[in-house]
């Protein structure tokens, strides 16, 4: 393949011209997707993007360039630039990468319907279906948006430490938003779908069920809810919201390039300090994880894009704060070795370090024995707004979907729900984990440029006891 | 240098050979440096060597864009982008793009700027105004823009234009909860001081001293102009045709109502001298400066052709193909001077940054974002200590309904995440601003 012998010239002549340490990434992102709203196709965008990304460390000191052209005359520039721009800037203290083994791979994800097959009329059709299934239920639905994207990803990294790894993902996305109206009154909802695979995502998401469910849920608010109780109660949370916190107030502050200030500037610092491992931020019961290795998950990989190899991370685990996120460049200043969560959205940006699948790990209660012990609470199901602070502390989550309970029963629908509390307060107060496990995709926001990236983000059912409600 | 312009024109003229009514070809040129700094010291710098483009084609009111990254193969490239449009389906909405040609004002960017090399010094004279005043740590980013496009439509356009900007934010912190921040926008190499925004984050930082929990309520509240910036994305950013029918916008059916208070009047102006100037839009349309409120009352969606077909209206020069915007705001300034909004508050808040705003309801404009950086208590007009923890929650119309003073000092400002395109902005005083905290 042309390119990597690109990748592989790129980093040979990083060498020459005094980097420590070379890597390159190339890259072929070959995108189908559409927007769907209120029934009209607004456009079809199809795209064959492809680059190469150079990073190197000389000096101390860190240097990144990118190009689209990929002929030996415009890498060379490329590295060249990389190279001088790193070597301009010196540093009280060096950078440094931990030691990692170099690797040899060739990893692909299995498309059981391969996406480079499906014609586009198909893949229109499978959303107009829903489209027109979801106008046939007469719920009064006038925003109606669906957003659908497929993204056959082949890349080539290597370093100067001798990995060459070669990789394939083709990843699929459906983003719907609906707005519901009764005599003037509104709900909104989002939903956000994410694979790795093939066609087949469209069955195994049962997006037609799940968003005819939606609007439903989206009716019955409107018609049945009332106003949310104030107060301190229960809460059973469903999974979109075990996710939303685990991705939140877990993954986020556990990033360690955000652990030592490098993205204070952008998506913030964390409550957490270096030192803070084995501290208590929640009860015994909650264990949140981050894993890469997640069969047909948005964010699966085998490989970050440092050519580490990719692992389950136990962030929070029995309630401590376990691990933080880690590339080669936090691991050797926080002297521990990096743990597979280097990843960047594009060959034409630097690998930081990110979440990947981020959930509450399963336990053994049902739904139903969950509720059994509940006297009065709220089962917020799903969520609208939400937001955190940028040290990750203050968080708060508005349901969409939400229902009284009663002496251990689900009864009426109740509106705008709202959890507003700290971090510890929120996974303190867990005291039953759910065996069910529900994921949602999301892109997760961080770094300048904006890099939005696949994410994933679930849990099961978890009830949290004595939270103040409004 | 190849010829862009050239490829863009064939690219176009060999769409509607294929059968397509209307083409747009934009090629682009990135040549954008950056450095990033944390902890006082650069962490890595950045730079960019790419030259892409897109085409749009419709045939039949079957919309396709594609992007193009090896202009060898142009020619296969819009051979397969009507191909793929005659296999869509119909956009019965579809109106067209503007038929040209156009004239366009002369703009020229600083070749002080895109000849800049190295922004080491600039960066560290940010770090060290931001020290001086105060801070122990800094963090933030430098931008040298340059990015240059050759537009060919199908509408008799054929156009060029250059843009290079210097852009520099810094957040200066004494501890996790003392922060400030600070931005720097700049068209012109001469007017660019990187300093300015360390020393204000700074001063901000250094101001904060062990803030204390704040309490919910309802707040007379002095905005500085980041977080202002944030509030004015909230309407410019949801005045987009395309987030007005796609229910993404608090706007829908309040053309010609009021929408905040008569103090209140925002321009869409790409004219104007800020980091967002530019000759003419996506489709080639002069860019026009647009009124979108006027003393309280909207008066406009934003537009590219087609949407204002369905509206009934004229482009306003905003395209976007698909979803028409805003590419610079400006919020027309007031009467007073920063001293005298304070002076007006006789217990209430001074905010300067926030972040994360997210709506509960796009539709009705209910909505909850979280300050950061320096809070501070206002008390019979004076600062009187800072807080943290607290959480804006309110109706984004209903906050600038409640808007009742600005003052005669703008700043352009631009902010990662938050304020979407550069916006001059003054200072502004709202009454009665719900905050909320967590419980526990």
């Given at each position: 393949m042309a390119d990597r012998d690109m990748a592989d010239f790129a980093v040979e002549h990083a060498g020459k011209q005094g980097a420590q340490y070379a890597e390159a990434r190339v890259e072929n992102h070959s995108t189908e997707s559409f927007i769907l709203k209120n029934g009209v196709l607004d456009a079809l965008s199809v795209s064959d993007d492809f680059g190469i990304g150079v990073r190197v460390l000389v000096g101390g000191s860190l240097g990144f360039a990118a190009t689209n052209r990929l002929t030996k005359d415009e890498v060379r520039a490329?590295?060249?630039?990389?190279?001088?721009?790193?070597?301009?800037?010196?540093?009280?203290?060096?950078?440094?990468?931990?030691?990692?083994?170099?690797?040899?791979?060739?990893?692909?994800?299995?498309?059981?319907?391969?996406?480079?097959?499906?014609?586009?009329?198909?893949?229109?059709?499978?959303?107009?279906?829903?489209?027109?299934?979801?106008?046939?239920?007469?719920?009064?639905?006038?925003?109606?948006?669906?957003?659908?994207?497929t993204n056959r990803l082949k890349k080539y990294f290597t370093n100067s430490e001798g990995s060459k790894i070669t990789s394939y993902s083709p990843r699929i996305r459906l983003y719907y938003f609906l707005t519901a109206v009764k005599d003037g009154d509104v709900e909104q909802t989002y939903r956000n779908y994410g694979w790795s695979g093939g066609w087949e995502a469209l069955e195994e998401w049962d997006a037609l069920n799940k968003v005819l469910a939606e609007a439903r849920s989206l009716e019955k608010s409107l018609k049945e809810g009332k106003k949310s109780p104030e107060g301190k109660w229960d809460l059973i949370c469903g999974p979109q919201v075990s996710g939303i916190a685990s991705h939140e107030s877990c993954g986020h502050p556990t990033e360690a390039d955000r652990i030592l200030g490098r993205e204070a500037s952008q998506a913030g610092k964390s409550f957490i300090t270096p030192d803070m491992i084995g501290e208590k931020v929640g009860s015994p019961e909650v264990n949140v994880c981050d894993d890469p290795t997640l069969k047909n998950a948005i964010a699966y990989y085998e490989y970050d894009d440092e050519g580490v190899k990719a692992r389950r991370r136990y962030l929070y685990k029995e309630g401590k704060i376990h691990e933080f996120l880690q590339n080669r460049e936090t691991a050797a200043k926080l002297q521990t070795r990096s743990n597979g969560a280097a990843r960047a959205t594009t060959y034409a940006v630097e690998a930081i370090p990110r979440m990947a699948n981020t959930f509450v790990e399963p336990k053994d209660w049902s739904l139903e024995e969950m509720l059994e012990d509940v006297k009065r609470g709220i089962y917020m199901k799903s969520f609208m707004e939400w937001n955190i602070d940028d040290k990750r502390y203050n968080q708060k989550y508005v349901g969409r979907e939400a229902y009284l309970i009663e002496d251990g029963e689900v009864t009426a629908p109740v509106r705008k729900t709202v959890l507003e509390l700290t971090t510890p307060a929120f996974w303190s107060a867990v005291d039953a984990v759910g065996k069910d496990l529900e994921f949602e995709a999301g892109f997760c926001g961080k770094s300048d440029p904006m890099q939005a990236l696949d994410a994933s983000m679930g849990g099961p059912h978890m009830r949290l006891r004595d939270v103040y409600l409004r | 240098m190849e010829d862009y312009a050239g490829v863009s024109e064939r690219m176009v003229k060999k769409a509607t050979a294929l059968g397509a009514q209307d083409a747009v070809a934009d090629i682009y040129l990135n040549r954008n440096y950056q450095v990033r700094f944390s902890q006082n010291q650069v962490d890595i710098s950045n730079k960019w060597r790419n030259i892409a483009g897109w085409l749009f084609v419709a045939v039949d009111r079957r919309l396709v864009f594609t992007e193009i990254n090896d202009f060898s193969r142009a020619d296969k490239v819009v051979e397969n982008t009507v191909k793929v449009a005659r296999r869509s389906q119909e956009n019965?909405?579809?109106?067209?793009?503007?038929?040209?040609?156009?004239?366009?004002?002369?703009?020229?960017?600083?070749?002080?700027?895109?000849?800049?090399?190295?922004?080491?010094?600039?960066?560290?004279?940010?770090?060290?105004?931001?020290?001086?005043?105060?801070?122990?740590?800094?963090?933030?980013?430098?931008?040298?823009?340059?990015?240059?496009?050759?537009?060919?439509?199908?509408?008799?356009?054929?156009a060029t234009r250059r843009g290079a900007n210097l852009y520099f934010s810094l957040r200066a912190l004494r501890s996790l909860e003392e922060s400030g921040h600070g931005v720097e926008c700049a068209t012109r190499f001469a007017d660019f001081h990187p300093e300015r925004a360390g020393e204000k984050a700074g001063e901000i930082a250094k101001a904060v001293k062990k803030p204390g929990?704040?309490?919910?309520?309802?707040?007379?509240?002095?905005?500085?102009?980041?977080?202002?910036?944030?509030?004015?994305?909230?309407?410019?950013?949801?005045?987009?045709?395309?987030?007005?029918?796609?229910?993404?916008?608090?706007?829908?059916?309040?053309?010609?109502?009021?929408?905040?208070?008569?103090?209140?009047?925002?321009?869409?102006?790409?004219?104007?001298?800020?980091?967002?100037?530019?000759?003419?839009?996506?489709?080639?349309?002069?860019?026009?400066?647009?009124?979108?409120?006027?003393?309280?009352?909207?008066?406009?969606?934003?537009?590219?052709?087609?949407?204002?077909?369905?509206?009934?209206?004229?482009?306003?020069?905003?395209?976007?193909?698909?979803?028409?915007?805003?590419?610079?705001?400006?919020?027309?300034?007031?009467?007073?001077?920063?001293?005298?909004?304070?002076?007006?508050?006789?217990?209430?808040?001074?905010?300067?940054?926030?972040?994360?705003?997210r709506y509960q309801s796009y539709v009705t404009g209910d909505f909850s974002t979280i300050p950061r950086d320096g809070i501070f208590r206002i008390k019979n007009g004076k600062i009187a200590g800072s807080v943290k923890d607290i959480r804006l929650t309110d109706n984004i119309l209903g906050l600038w309904q409640r808007m009742e003073a600005l003052s005669k000092e703008t700043q352009e400002v631009m902010w990662w995440g938050e304020v979407h395109v550069p916006t001059i902005v003054p200072y502004g005083l709202a009454r009665q601003v719900g905050f909320t905290r967590s419980s526990m």
């Open positions: 490329t590295v060249d630039d990389a190279v001088r721009i790193a070597k301009a800037v010196k540093r009280r203290t060096p950078i440094e990468f931990v030691q990692e083994k170099a690797v040899k791979a060739d990893w692909k994800v299995r498309e059981r319907k391969k996406v480079a097959d499906v014609d586009i009329e198909d893949k229109l059709e499978a959303v107009l279906q829903i489209e027109r299934e979801l106008v046939d239920t007469k719920i009064p639905l006038p925003a109606r948006f669906f957003q659908a994207s | 019965p909405e579809y109106g067209g793009i503007a038929a040209g040609p156009f004239r366009y004002r002369a703009s020229k960017p600083d070749r002080k700027i895109t000849e800049l090399e190295d922004g080491g010094d600039l960066v560290q004279a940010g770090i060290q105004a931001a020290v001086k005043a105060g801070a122990k740590e800094t963090a933030g980013v430098f931008w040298r823009y340059d990015e240059e496009h050759f537009l060919h439509t199908s509408g008799g356009v054929s929990k704040g309490e919910a309520g309802k707040y007379d509240v002095v905005f500085d102009t980041l977080f202002l910036g944030s509030m004015i994305d909230q309407i410019g950013g949801r005045a987009g045709a395309f987030e007005v029918r796609a229910g993404l916008s608090p706007l829908k059916d309040k053309v010609g109502k009021p929408i905040a208070s008569d103090i209140v009047t925002l321009y869409d102006d790409s004219t104007a001298n800020t980091m967002g100037a530019r000759p003419f839009d996506d489709e080639g349309v002069p860019s026009q400066r647009n009124v979108i409120v006027e003393r309280g009352v909207l008066k406009t969606y934003l537009h590219n052709t087609s949407t204002a077909k369905l509206f009934s209206t004229r482009t306003t020069a905003n395209a976007g193909l698909v979803a028409p915007g805003s590419n610079a705001l400006v919020l027309e300034p007031g009467d007073h001077t920063k001293e005298e909004l304070f002076e007006q508050v006789r217990d209430g808040l001074y905010v300067t940054n926030t972040w994360y705003t």
